[in-house]
């Protein structure tokens, strides 16, 4: 199999189809395209999600808090706390794991998320420091928004610009070879993207619409926008169209993606939600309100088999290319 997240094909037929739900609490739980499972407690829900951090090794601890807790914002509810689990490589030092909780604590403190337990270890399992995190979140409603919700007419939102985790980290990987190719200053701007990846503000901002407004949201992760796109109409069993040229991307974001022949649709993008909505002037006008960049950039078809991304609303037949099932993120072509 290619390095990265597990075909969903492979997920489907080895995967999920042996889990098994025992206790009528559990309102949701693994499936493409649903990141968080949902259960009932009383007259609140928990929300709950993890994830590892595995494609860099730079600023991994606060890749690992905002990744799971982008997830719990996704379902519009706000992150209480964090489980992680730190593997480290034999060749770790006392300074390797001290930079590592400084990065976990401060990102932690500052999205007012508690680390509430977990484990460390030293282990020749791995090469590379792994962190795994687990995040919950309690919601006191009822209409907890998931992935599936999406529904024919639609409009897709895509908040930020495409890709800034993806721009963030290669310009962490490949900062002296990009410093060299487009200068110091270009390099400090892709770099500034890191503070973009959370989406804690705009999921619990369109998440306190309800369920009526904000059909679904899905934080985008590994396989780009192009992937979550095909991951919410999975979810949804409906179809999508998606117009490129709606597509909100910086110039670092495209220079960075071309000099390494990468499509930044499809390179990894924490940072970004998508969200439909039938009301999108009522969506895109409270994000505006908290200052968060958002777009129109599709909508929900009815059909299925109609995944489709245009370069613009033309929909010329010329431009037409089929979205297709994410397959190994584009970080991982990174030569």
């Avoid at 290669?170 to 410093?179: D, M, Q, R, S, W």
Wanted: hydrophobic letters at 40%; aromatic letters at 4%; a negative charge.
């Amino acid at each position: 199999m290619e390095i990265g997240k597990v075909p969903h094909d492979l997920l489907q037929k080895i995967v999920f189809q042996k889990l098994k739900k025992f206790d009528e609490k559990i309102k949701v739980s693994s499936g493409i395209g649903e990141d968080c499972a949902i259960l009932e407690a009383g007259k609140q829900f928990f929300v709950l999600s993890c994830d590892p951090i595995t494609g860099t090794a730079k600023e991994i601890g606060r890749l690992a808090v905002y990744v799971s807790c982008n997830d719990i914002a996704s379902c519009g509810v706000r992150p209480l706390g964090l489980l992680v689990t730190i593997l480290l490589p034999p060749n770790s030092s006392e300074e390797d794991l001290d930079k590592i909780m400084t990065e976990l604590s401060e990102t932690a403190a500052a999205l007012n998320v508690s680390i509430i337990g977990g484990h460390t270890e030293v282990t020749d399992a791995v090469t590379r420091v792994v962190i795994n995190t687990a995040a919950v979140g309690i919601s006191d409603k009822t209409d907890v928004i998931c992935s599936a919700g999406a529904a024919a007419g639609d409009k897709i939102i895509l908040t930020k610009t495409a890709a800034p985790e993806g721009t963030a980290i290669i310009a962490f990987e490949k900062e002296e070879e990009l410093k060299r190719e487009f200068g110091e200053e270009f390099v400090k701007r892709a770099q500034s993207m890191m503070s973009q990846i959370s989406v804690i503000e705009e999921g619990v901002t369109a998440g306190g619409l309800g369920s009526e407004i904000v059909h679904s949201m899905h934080d985008i992760t590994e396989g780009g926008l192009y992937g979550a796109l095909w991951e919410t109409a999975e979810a949804s069993k409906t179809g999508v169209i998606v117009y490129e040229d709606s597509v909100p991307i910086t110039e670092e974001t495209k220079k960075i993606c071309g000099y390494y022949n990468l499509n930044p649709y499809r390179l990894i993008a924490s940072g970004n939600m998508i969200m439909t909505t039938p009301k999108p002037e009522i969506v895109l006008e409270k994000l505006k309100e908290k200052n968060i960049q958002a777009a129109i950039i599709g909508e929900i078809a009815a059909n299925p088999l109609k995944r489709l991304i245009y370069k613009n609303e033309k929909q010329d037949i010329e431009t037409m290319k089929v979205l297709r099932a994410p397959k190994s993120d584009e970080l991982y072509k990174l030569p």
